[in-house]
Protein backbone atom coordinates (compact mmCIF):
# COMPACT_ATOMS: atom_id res chain seq x y z
CA UNK A 1 0.00 0.00 0.00
CA UNK A 2 0.71 3.63 -0.57
CA UNK A 3 2.79 5.24 2.34
CA UNK A 4 1.52 8.53 3.66
CA UNK A 5 3.91 11.60 4.09
CA UNK A 6 2.45 12.84 7.48
CA UNK A 7 4.65 15.23 8.57
CA UNK A 8 3.73 18.74 10.07
CA UNK A 9 4.77 21.78 8.33
CA UNK A 10 4.46 25.36 10.13
CA UNK A 11 0.50 25.85 10.78
CA UNK A 12 -0.50 22.57 9.83
CA UNK A 13 -3.00 21.05 11.79
CA UNK A 14 -3.91 16.85 11.18
CA UNK A 15 -6.47 14.94 12.78
CA UNK A 16 -6.91 11.16 12.90
CA UNK A 17 -10.26 9.63 13.13
CA UNK A 18 -9.23 5.68 14.18
CA UNK A 19 -12.00 2.82 14.45
CA UNK A 20 -11.24 1.15 17.45
CA UNK A 21 -13.25 -2.45 16.86
CA UNK A 22 -11.15 -2.56 13.72
CA UNK A 23 -7.75 -3.53 15.72
CA UNK A 24 -9.07 -5.83 18.48
CA UNK A 25 -7.23 -8.64 16.72
CA UNK A 26 -3.94 -6.23 17.40
CA UNK A 27 -4.50 -6.54 21.02
CA UNK A 28 -1.54 -8.95 21.73
CA UNK A 29 0.89 -6.60 19.46
CA UNK A 30 -0.80 -3.52 20.71
CA UNK A 31 0.14 -3.85 24.42
CA UNK A 32 3.62 -4.81 23.95
CA UNK A 33 3.98 -0.85 22.99
CA UNK A 34 2.52 0.49 26.27
CA UNK A 35 5.01 1.75 29.39
CA UNK A 36 5.02 -0.04 32.93
CA UNK A 37 2.46 2.29 34.14
CA UNK A 38 -0.30 1.96 31.34
CA UNK A 39 -0.18 -1.91 31.66
CA UNK A 40 -1.03 -2.09 34.93
CA UNK A 41 -3.46 0.73 34.37
CA UNK A 42 -5.15 -1.60 32.09
CA UNK A 43 -5.30 -4.54 34.41
CA UNK A 44 -7.39 -2.54 36.66
CA UNK A 45 -10.04 -1.87 34.52
CA UNK A 46 -12.61 -4.59 34.97
CA UNK A 47 -14.89 -4.43 32.42
CA UNK A 48 -13.84 -6.00 28.86
CA UNK A 49 -14.78 -3.69 26.37
CA UNK A 50 -13.15 -0.14 27.95
CA UNK A 51 -10.41 -2.51 28.82
CA UNK A 52 -9.61 -3.51 25.39
CA UNK A 53 -10.38 -0.24 23.79
CA UNK A 54 -7.83 1.33 26.65
CA UNK A 55 -4.80 -1.08 25.46
CA UNK A 56 -6.15 -0.24 21.14
CA UNK A 57 -6.25 3.79 22.35
CA UNK A 58 -3.20 3.96 24.19
CA UNK A 59 -0.83 2.00 21.73
CA UNK A 60 -1.77 3.55 18.29
CA UNK A 61 -1.14 6.95 20.35
CA UNK A 62 2.16 6.01 21.00
CA UNK A 63 2.15 4.80 17.54
CA UNK A 64 1.36 8.31 15.98
CA UNK A 65 3.64 10.45 18.21
CA UNK A 66 6.53 8.16 17.51
CA UNK A 67 5.77 8.76 14.06
CA UNK A 68 5.09 12.36 14.29
CA UNK A 69 8.58 12.60 16.34
CA UNK A 70 10.79 10.26 14.66
CA UNK A 71 11.47 8.02 17.35
CA UNK A 72 10.33 4.56 18.58
CA UNK A 73 6.93 4.55 20.46
CA UNK A 74 8.44 2.37 23.36
CA UNK A 75 10.57 6.28 23.57
CA UNK A 76 7.86 8.46 24.19
CA UNK A 77 6.84 9.96 27.87
CA UNK A 78 4.17 11.77 28.76
CA UNK A 79 3.05 14.55 31.44
CA UNK A 80 0.22 15.71 32.37
CA UNK A 81 -1.14 19.95 33.66
CA UNK A 82 -2.22 20.66 36.77
CA UNK A 83 -5.65 20.18 35.29
CA UNK A 84 -4.70 16.66 33.38
CA UNK A 85 -4.44 17.51 30.29
CA UNK A 86 -1.45 15.38 28.58
CA UNK A 87 1.70 16.38 26.53
CA UNK A 88 4.32 14.93 25.67
CA UNK A 89 7.74 15.11 27.62
CA UNK A 90 10.16 16.67 25.42
CA UNK A 91 13.82 16.18 25.51
CA UNK A 92 14.84 19.08 23.17
CA UNK A 93 16.00 16.81 21.03
CA UNK A 94 12.94 15.71 18.56
CA UNK A 95 10.29 18.17 16.84
CA UNK A 96 7.68 20.39 19.00
CA UNK A 97 4.63 18.63 18.90
CA UNK A 98 1.11 19.06 20.22
CA UNK A 99 -1.38 17.11 20.61
CA UNK A 100 -4.78 16.50 22.03
CA UNK A 101 -6.95 13.31 21.77
CA UNK A 102 -11.00 12.18 22.79
CA UNK A 103 -12.61 9.02 22.64
CA UNK A 104 -16.22 8.10 22.82
CA UNK A 105 -17.90 4.59 21.80
CA UNK A 106 -16.30 3.20 18.81
CA UNK A 107 -13.65 6.01 17.85
CA UNK A 108 -10.54 7.44 18.65
CA UNK A 109 -10.05 11.93 17.84
CA UNK A 110 -6.59 12.73 17.70
CA UNK A 111 -5.23 15.89 16.67
CA UNK A 112 -2.14 17.40 16.62
CA UNK A 113 0.18 20.66 15.44
CA UNK A 114 3.46 22.16 15.86
CA UNK A 115 3.50 24.64 18.41
CA UNK A 116 0.05 25.92 19.11
CA UNK A 117 -2.72 25.06 21.66
CA UNK A 118 -5.06 22.53 20.25
CA UNK A 119 -8.06 20.40 21.44
CA UNK A 120 -10.63 17.95 20.35
CA UNK A 121 -13.42 16.82 21.28
CA UNK A 122 -15.45 13.79 19.98
CA UNK A 123 -19.13 12.60 21.48
CA UNK A 124 -21.49 9.85 20.82
CA UNK A 125 -24.88 11.52 20.38
CA UNK A 126 -27.11 9.76 23.12
CA UNK A 127 -30.30 9.98 22.16
CA UNK A 128 -32.01 9.05 25.39
CA UNK A 129 -30.24 12.06 27.02
CA UNK A 130 -31.89 14.79 29.04
CA UNK A 131 -30.58 17.18 26.38
CA UNK A 132 -33.24 20.23 27.45
CA UNK A 133 -32.44 19.75 31.31
CA UNK A 134 -28.58 19.43 30.71
CA UNK A 135 -28.21 22.26 28.31
CA UNK A 136 -30.41 24.64 30.53
CA UNK A 137 -27.75 23.71 33.94
CA UNK A 138 -24.58 24.08 32.00
CA UNK A 139 -25.11 26.20 28.86
CA UNK A 140 -25.27 29.91 28.49
CA UNK A 141 -28.99 31.36 27.82
CA UNK A 142 -28.85 31.67 24.45
CA UNK A 143 -27.33 28.36 23.78
CA UNK A 144 -30.14 26.65 25.58
CA UNK A 145 -32.65 28.59 23.97
CA UNK A 146 -31.06 27.02 20.83
CA UNK A 147 -31.78 23.95 21.80
CA UNK A 148 -34.88 24.48 23.37
CA UNK A 149 -36.13 26.29 19.81
CA UNK A 150 -34.66 24.03 17.26
CA UNK A 151 -36.79 21.29 15.48
CA UNK A 152 -37.16 18.61 17.76
CA UNK A 153 -35.84 16.43 15.12
CA UNK A 154 -32.60 18.02 15.22
CA UNK A 155 -32.50 18.73 19.45
CA UNK A 156 -30.30 15.80 20.25
CA UNK A 157 -27.64 16.76 17.70
CA UNK A 158 -27.80 20.61 18.60
CA UNK A 159 -26.86 19.76 22.14
CA UNK A 160 -24.03 17.29 21.63
CA UNK A 161 -22.17 19.78 18.67
CA UNK A 162 -22.65 22.53 21.42
CA UNK A 163 -21.62 20.42 23.92
CA UNK A 164 -18.23 18.90 21.64
CA UNK A 165 -17.01 22.73 21.32
CA UNK A 166 -17.48 23.48 24.98
CA UNK A 167 -15.24 20.69 25.37
CA UNK A 168 -12.88 21.04 22.60
CA UNK A 169 -12.36 24.68 23.95
CA UNK A 170 -11.71 24.14 27.25
CA UNK A 171 -9.10 21.50 26.35
CA UNK A 172 -7.37 23.28 24.04
CA UNK A 173 -7.03 25.82 26.99
CA UNK A 174 -5.78 22.97 29.51
CA UNK A 175 -8.24 23.27 31.64
CA UNK A 176 -10.98 20.53 30.87
CA UNK A 177 -14.14 20.51 32.70
CA UNK A 178 -12.73 23.09 35.58
CA UNK A 179 -14.13 26.11 34.30
CA UNK A 180 -17.75 26.77 34.19
CA UNK A 181 -19.23 25.85 30.94
CA UNK A 182 -21.46 28.80 31.30
CA UNK A 183 -18.76 31.28 31.35
CA UNK A 184 -18.34 31.40 27.66
CA UNK A 185 -20.31 30.53 24.56
CA UNK A 186 -19.43 28.97 21.78
CA UNK A 187 -19.69 30.26 18.27
CA UNK A 188 -23.18 28.61 16.09
CA UNK A 189 -23.43 28.05 12.80
CA UNK A 190 -27.04 27.45 12.27
CA UNK A 191 -26.57 26.32 8.56
CA UNK A 192 -24.67 23.35 9.36
CA UNK A 193 -26.14 22.71 12.55
CA UNK A 194 -29.44 21.28 11.56
CA UNK A 195 -28.37 19.17 8.53
CA UNK A 196 -29.31 15.52 8.70
CA UNK A 197 -26.27 12.75 7.45
CA UNK A 198 -23.07 14.02 7.13
CA UNK A 199 -20.98 14.50 3.18
CA UNK A 200 -17.72 13.97 4.95
CA UNK A 201 -16.46 16.88 3.24
CA UNK A 202 -13.76 17.55 6.55
CA UNK A 203 -13.76 20.47 8.65
CA UNK A 204 -16.17 23.28 8.87
CA UNK A 205 -14.53 26.41 10.47
CA UNK A 206 -17.93 27.69 12.38
CA UNK A 207 -16.73 30.67 14.15
CA UNK A 208 -14.19 32.39 16.50
CA UNK A 209 -14.21 33.34 20.49
CA UNK A 210 -12.54 36.39 21.60
CA UNK A 211 -10.98 36.96 18.14
CA UNK A 212 -8.46 34.44 18.88
CA UNK A 213 -10.38 30.57 19.02
CA UNK A 214 -11.37 29.15 16.05
CA UNK A 215 -13.92 26.23 16.07
CA UNK A 216 -14.19 23.57 13.37
CA UNK A 217 -16.98 20.86 13.46
CA UNK A 218 -15.01 18.09 11.78
CA UNK A 219 -16.68 15.00 9.87
CA UNK A 220 -17.64 11.92 11.38
CA UNK A 221 -19.91 8.90 11.06
CA UNK A 222 -23.43 9.19 11.92
CA UNK A 223 -24.10 9.58 15.41
CA UNK A 224 -21.30 11.25 16.35
CA UNK A 225 -20.28 15.10 16.74
CA UNK A 226 -16.83 16.20 16.86
CA UNK A 227 -14.91 19.83 17.02
CA UNK A 228 -11.69 20.93 17.43
CA UNK A 229 -10.37 24.17 18.60
CA UNK A 230 -7.12 25.96 17.76
CA UNK A 231 -5.52 29.29 18.80
CA UNK A 232 -4.88 29.94 15.00
CA UNK A 233 -6.23 29.78 12.06
CA UNK A 234 -4.81 26.23 10.36
CA UNK A 235 -2.70 26.69 7.16
CA UNK A 236 -4.20 23.08 6.15
CA UNK A 237 -6.22 20.06 7.29
CA UNK A 238 -5.61 17.26 6.47
CA UNK A 239 -8.07 14.44 8.13
CA UNK A 240 -6.48 10.79 8.24
CA UNK A 241 -8.64 7.65 8.90
CA UNK A 242 -7.32 4.24 10.80
CA UNK A 243 -9.85 1.98 10.51
CA UNK A 244 -8.03 -1.29 9.69
CA UNK A 245 -4.87 -3.05 10.86
CA UNK A 246 -3.61 -2.83 7.24
CA UNK A 247 -3.93 1.08 7.15
CA UNK A 248 -1.44 0.81 10.00
CA UNK A 249 1.02 -0.95 7.75
CA UNK A 250 0.30 1.49 5.18
CA UNK A 251 1.41 4.18 6.84
CA UNK A 252 4.65 2.22 8.03
CA UNK A 253 3.59 2.78 12.24
CA UNK A 254 4.32 -1.12 13.00
CA UNK A 255 7.52 -0.33 11.95
Known amino acids: ME ?15 VFLPAFESQKVWLEKLLSPEQVERGKRIIRFPEKLN ?18 SPLTVKFVASRFGKPAICATGIEPTLEFNVSHSGDWLFIALCQINPIGVDV ?7 PVMEISRRFFTSSEASLVA ?3 E ?17 LKALGKGLHQDLKSFETPIAPQVDCVEGNDNSGCT ?9 YFYDISTISGYCACL ?3 FKPSAFN ?17
Open 149 to 151: NVN
Open 153 to 169: KCRTEMFFRIWVRKEAY
Open 239 to 255: LFDLNSPESLKSFQLSE
Open 3 to 17: TIDIKLCGLDVHVWR
Open 229 to 231: VTD
Open 54 to 71: YTIRSAIIRLLIGKYLDI
Open 205 to 213: CVGTLDGRW
Open 123 to 129: EFVKHDF
